[in-house]
T-cell receptor, first 115, second 114 residues
Framework: AQKVTQAQTEISVVEKEDVTLDCVYE???????LFWYKQPPSGELVFLIR??????QNEISGRYSWNFQKSTSSFNFTITASQVVDSAVYFC????????????FGKGTHLIIQP | DTEVTQTPKHLVMGMTNKKSLKCEQH?????MYWYKQKAKKPPELMFV???????INESVPSRFSPECPNSSLLNLHLHALQPEDSALYLC?????????????FGSGTQLSVL
């Protein structure tokens, strides 16, 4: 069985603040992939990043950065200098084994960036 | 073309109606998925098609009937739905059999059952 926990239901910050979204996962497989998706009010799920279980390198993409730590089973997402357009629901997700079961999603974190 | 196109974007139907949701992709993906998402909840997997064959059916009621007529199209036929079936229905596609492939999602059909 696999599980993804996003303990923060909603986060509200003022524009230009940094914000970190937490993600903790559980899986018995040694090979797995972790994802972050963004869901703006329009509804589409927008892919942000994929990280495999053998690559613990942190990644930075513009204002976005991700911290993967297998020791704590966490894959946290930080937005630096947040902007109003970052307001959305963010989902952390896990796929493991053969991948045939699709993604297991966390419950999502609703991020509100106030101007 | 990295799009998954879903039609219609919005659908209102009565409990006795029959309607269909459509999904199309031209990325050569041979795995296609239907997810259901209730408000303020994560998407839940309903069906998976791999090479046009149904490979996963997550105990979805028979009033939802999927169909994959070819490698680019995925339909979800709806009949005798209940008000609790109102939700956002998301289609996704990927290359099957490889764990590392990301899923491409469409923008969904917002379904309201009256």
């Amino acid at each position: 069985a696999q599980k993804v926990t996003q303990a923060q239901t909603e986060i509200s910050v003022v524009e230009k603040e940094d914000v970190t979204l937490d993600c903790v996962y559980e899986t018995r497989d040694t090979t797995y992939y972790l994802f972050w998706y963004k869901q703006p009010p329009s509804g589409e799920l927008v892919f942000l990043i994929r990280r495999n279980s053998f690559d613990e390198q942190n990644e930075i993409s513009g204002r976005y950065s991700w911290n993967f730590q297998k020791s704590t089973s966490s894959f946290n997402f930080t937005i630096t200098a947040s902007q109003v357009v970052d307001s959305a629901v963010y989902f952390c997700a896990l796929i493991s084994g053969g991948g045939a079961d699709g993604l297991t999603f966390g419950k999502g974190t609703h991020l509100i960036i106030q101007p | 073309d990295t799009e998954v196109t879903q039609t219609p974007k919005h659908l209102v139907m009565g409990m006795t109606n029959k309607k269909s949701l459509k999904c199309e992709q031209h990325m050569g993906h041979r795995a296609m998925y239907w997810y259901k998402q209730k408000a303020k909840k994560p998407p839940e997997l309903m069906f998976v098609y791999s090479y046009e064959k149904l490979s996963i059916n997550e105990s979805v009621p028979s009033r939802f009937s999927p169909e994959c007529p070819n490698s680019s199209l995925l339909n979800l036929h709806l009949h005798a739905l209940q008000p609790e079936d109102s939700a956002l229905y998301l289609c996704a596609s990927s290359h099957p059999g490889t764990v590392n492939e990301k899923l491409f999602f469409g923008s969904g059909t917002q379904l309201s059952v009256l």
